[in-house]
Every structure is written in structure tokens, then in C-alpha cells.
């Protein structure tokens, strides 16, 4: 395991993105789900969110394959954007779990 990290980390540029994107999704799937524990939104917010990051995530996903987006940078926003939508979408799922609802 330790090998497979330091390859990780031997890659340059590469690791930068990766773990910004780490970094971004896990500060992502914490938020969502601690602003339902504070009674932020309602339910069909978060179940709206849910479904909405989904099925862009599954859009861009599809883009993603090979040979449908061509060039580095076009590539590499478009995984991005996957995997921060995928984020969202399994942080409303947790959010769900975590909802309370406001004092009213």
C-alpha cells in the first residue's frame, strides 16, 4: 500500500488535481449532510438535489468516455465535474439520513 501511495504522489501535476478533488468532495459530502442536521433546507430539497447532481453526473459521465471529449483541459473539467457531482449527490443521500427538522 505504502508503494501505491508514493506512486500516487510521485506523478507531479497530477497528484495537485487529485487531491484538490479529494479534498473538494469530502468537504462536500460533510456539508450537505451537517446543513440537514442544522434544518438548513427540507426534504424534497435535498431528495430534489439528489436527483438533480445524479443525473448530470451520469451526463457527464457519459462525456467522459473515450473519444467523446477530446484535449486536456476539456477532459479533465468534465471528470471533475463528475465526481463533485457525484459528491452532491451522495451527500443529499446522506443528508436524508442526517435531516432534522427546524424548531419552529
Known amino acids: ?3 501505491t501511495m508514493t506512486g500516487m504522489f510521485g506523478v507531479g501535476a497530477h ?3 487529485v487531491i484538490s478533488l ?3 468532495c469530502l ?3 460533510i456539508a450537505i ?3 440537514a442536521s442544522q434544518g438548513w433546507l427540507h426534504i424534497p430539497g435535498y431528495a430534489g438535489t439528489a ?3 445524479f443525473g448530470m453526473a451520469l451526463v457527464f459521465g457519459w462525456l467522459a468516455r473515450p473519444g467523446r ?3 486536456v483541459i476539456s477532459g479533465t473539467f468534465v471528470a471533475v465535474a463528475f465526481f463533485l ?3 452532491a449527490a451522495v451527500g443529499s443521500v446522506l443528508a436524508l439520513l442526517f435531516y432534522r427538522s427546524p424548531k419552529l
Open 1 to 3: 500500500m505504502l508503494l
Open 15 to 17: 497528484s495537485a488535481i
Open 22 to 24: 479529494i479534498l473538494a
Open 27 to 29: 468537504a462536500i459530502l
Open 33 to 35: 449532510p451537517f446543513a
Open 51 to 53: 436527483i438533480l447532481s
Open 69 to 71: 471529449v477530446t484535449g
Open 85 to 87: 457531482l457525484m459528491a
